[in-house]
């Protein structure tokens, strides 16, 4: 476990220090919670990258500093993982672009994450509160659902948020994905949370239903 963020900046100076390329890092976990304080700790770093150049450079890093490949478990089905590498205390999630073929690494994204750490290789972003709210929706992962609420104590802007999951929708071509986020949030609803955009969610949600209906109705 990670208990402080500076134990994740040390991490990406050693890291920086055997690269030869530059490359943007976009965090979107755990690892955000804790350096705003809305997380005691945090046992991995999820990180999205934007090219396979930049997935293939920094596997390779994480290599070279002793970091191991692991296979991701069934709580990552829903998020088709593409690496996980574990050193010691350290685990790091590592996506390439999407959180494969649901939810992207967008441009509203890029534009909403704020540079942590600038150094010779590698740069740093901080994925908004609203993308990892959004992020930890997808997931099943124990305490996915728990940051979901400290986030929202912290205040999230709802629009951002179901403006995101429709471009992520429209991006990604599988509305199926709507079902699994109302489930979470269906979820956070009875454990007392007020969600602003479950009237136009359900909409999304109902509307899904009825298409699938009418696709399978003369199977």
Request: glycine share 6%; net charge negative.
């Amino acid at each position: 476990m990670m208990a402080d963020f500076r134990q994740i900046e040390e991490l990406f100076k050693e890291i920086d220090r055997v690269m030869h390329t530059k490359i943007k890092i976009y965090t979107i976990g755990g690892a955000v919670l804790l350096e705003q304080g809305l997380k005691a700790a945090t046992k991995d770093i999820d990180i999205v990258v934007e090219t396979k150049k930049e997935f293939i450079e920094l596997q390779q890093s994480l290599k070279k500093i002793g970091f191991i490949s692991k296979i991701p478990g069934k709580e990552y089905l829903q998020m088709n993982l593409s690496q996980i590498f574990q050193r010691g205390d350290f685990r790091i999630d590592l996506f390439e672009k999407e959180v494969c073929g649901r939810f992207s690494l967008s441009k509203g994204m890029i534009s909403r994450a704020r540079k942590a750490i600038s150094l010779a290789h590698i740069e740093v972003y901080l994925c908004s509160n609203e993308d990892i709210f959004l992020f930890k929706t997808m997931t099943d992962r124990d305490g996915d659902l728990t940051d979901c609420e400290s986030l929202v104590g912290a205040a999230v802007e709802w629009n951002i948020i179901i403006d995101e999951l429709k471009s992520q929708i429209n991006m990604s071509k599988q509305d199926v994905w709507i079902t699994w986020v109302g489930e979470r949030l269906d979820i956070l609803e009875d454990r007392g949370m007020i969600i602003p955009i479950m009237d136009e969610l359900n909409i999304l949600r109902n509307k899904f239903f009825d298409d699938f209906e009418k696709r399978h109705a003369n199977d």
